[in-house]
């Protein structure tokens, strides 16, 4: 019989796989857990989350057998994610029907005001202009071609687009099959390049979004974190209240960008922000236990980020967020020229004081939201503010 002090964090095991082979185990036939005995016993240096990983991406080719662990885990591992997810879907509509309706519009900065400064008291931030309209509405064609390229590949080989979509939260609703939500790792292309160099561009001076991203990351040296979209189309559930890293005292490590490609209306769930909660240790606490935590939401203010075409909102990423259910258009607004996805670009910033080992890119939803090989670029803030373009990568796209 394996027991516990076989795996744990003295070998370099995730508390997260460490609980998966837990509950595993507990289902798990004598012959399933005999294969497991033997890799602990003889891991040389593997851990278990590579052998769990490894086993549950093992391509079974028809007729083949493929052990007895192999089989079990994959049968386990997704039924637990398929009921994981629905969980965290039922929670989150519980969430937001805590909400009500008192959530206020996220205001936009005042001319004159201070960015950086705002975000360090709130959190979050509302920037407007930040993009022209003429490149968000091209941005947004190019991730749309995107996500359904993937998509397509996907239906024929999950495999074959695992490097392109990050794991989002609420993909389903509840009860459905039906993808309704995705998160588009996006290339270095030559449409994404010129829009991250116009959202970073100093026209603006002091009042302009790189400014602030440079007063808040530690300076230019900041590293491209993540870049990516975020589409929603109807149906969509709300997600959970969440953080995109957890609450420290070290400070700030990472800040997001969420751009606006194209008018974000309130049927469309647009993103819900709580004030304040980048710094309070309380909230996340609540949100960690695993007691109901609608009564947080009950209590707490929030805002909606309601954008036009163009407009960002800009956000330390401890500040407790999520996005909203997306519902059809109300009928006065009419189905007649009314974008049906809500796409919004992301980019983030990592703290130049930051370390790999302080934040990595697994830190954030699953494997990271950027592609390896634009993650091996190490692009600068101060490179994205030059005046000069990062050359694009491969053929223009």
Same mark, same amino acid.
């Given at each position: ?28 036939t004598?012959?399933?857990? !005999? *294969?497991v &005995?033997?890799?602990?016993?003889a891991?040389?240096?593997r851990?278990? /989350? ?5 086993s ?16 079990e ?6 039924g ?6 629905s ?9 937001w029907? #805590?909400?009500?309706e @008192? ?8 001319? +004159?005001?201070?960015? #950086?400064?705002? *975000?360090?008291?709130?959190? %979050? %931030?509302r920037? &407007? ?7 968000a ?14 998509a397509? $590949? ?20 509840v ?5 309704? $939500?995705?998160?588009? $790792? ?17 026209? /603006? ?18 590293e ?9 189309t109807?149906?969509a ?21 969420? *751009?606006?490609?194209? +008018? ?24 960690e236990?695993?007691?109901?935590d609608?009564?947080?939401?009950? @209590? *707490?203010d ?6 036009s075409?163009? &407009? ?9 967020h999520?996005?909203?259910?997306h519902r ?21 910033? !990592? ?7 302080e934040?990595?890119n697994?830190?954030v ?22 005046d000069?373009? %990062?050359? %694009? ?5």
């Amino acid at each position: 019989m394996t027991t516990k002090p076989h795996w744990g964090d003295r070998y370099g095991d995730s508390p997260q796989a460490a609980r998966a082979l837990e509950l595993f185990l507990k289902v798990a036939t004598p012959e399933a857990e !005999k *294969v497991v &005995d033997s890799f602990l016993s003889a891991r040389e240096g593997r851990t278990l /989350d590579v052998f769990l990983l490894a086993s549950l991406r093992q391509t079974v080719q028809p007729g083949e057998d493929p052990g007895p662990f192999v089989a079990e885990w994959q049968a386990f591992a997704s039924g637990a994610t398929s009921k994981n997810r629905s969980e965290v879907a039922a929670k989150a509509w519980d969430q937001w029907r #805590a909400f009500g309706e @008192r959530a206020t519009p996220l205001l936009a900065l005042p001319a +004159g005001d201070d960015a #950086a400064s705002r *975000v360090r008291q709130l959190g %979050v %931030v509302r920037m &407007d202009g930040c993009l022209s309209a003429e490149s968000a509405t091209a941005l947004r064609a190019y991730v749309l071609a995107r996500r359904d390229a993937s998509a397509a $590949r996907s239906a024929a080989d999950k495999e074959a687009s695992a490097n392109e979509l990050s794991r989002v939260l609420s993909p389903r609703n509840v009860g459905s099959s039906v993808v309704t $939500r995705w998160d588009v $790792r996006l290339p270095w292309s030559e449409i994404v390049r010129d829009c991250v160099h116009e959202l970073m561009a100093d026209r /603006d001076g002091p009042a302009s979004l790189g400014h602030a991203l440079s007063v808040l990351s530690g300076g230019d040296g900041a590293e491209l974190f993540e870049c990516a979209a975020i589409i929603s189309t109807e149906g969509a559930a709300p997600q959970i209240v969440h953080a995109d890293t957890i609450q420290t005292d070290a400070g700030a490590q990472l800040h997001t960008v969420f *751009v606006a490609l194209q +008018g974000i209306s309130e049927h469309q769930g647009p993103t819900r922000f709580l004030p304040y909660t980048h710094t309070c240790s309380r909230s996340h606490g609540e949100l960690e236990r695993d007691s109901p935590d609608a009564p947080l939401c009950e @209590r *707490v203010d929030s805002v909606s980020a309601l954008l036009s075409c163009g &407009d960002v909102t800009l956000y330390d990423s401890r500040t407790l967020h999520c996005g909203g259910p997306h519902r059809a258009p109300p009928p006065e607004m009419g189905r007649e020229g009314a974008a049906v996805e809500r796409v919004l670009f992301y980019v983030s910033f !990592k703290h130049a004081l930051t370390t790999e080992a302080e934040l990595s890119n697994d830190d954030v939803h699953g494997a990271g939201s950027i592609l390896p090989e634009v993650a091996a670029r190490k692009l600068s803030l101060g490179v994205l503010r030059a005046d000069v373009c %990062v050359p %694009v990568m491969g053929p223009v796209e």
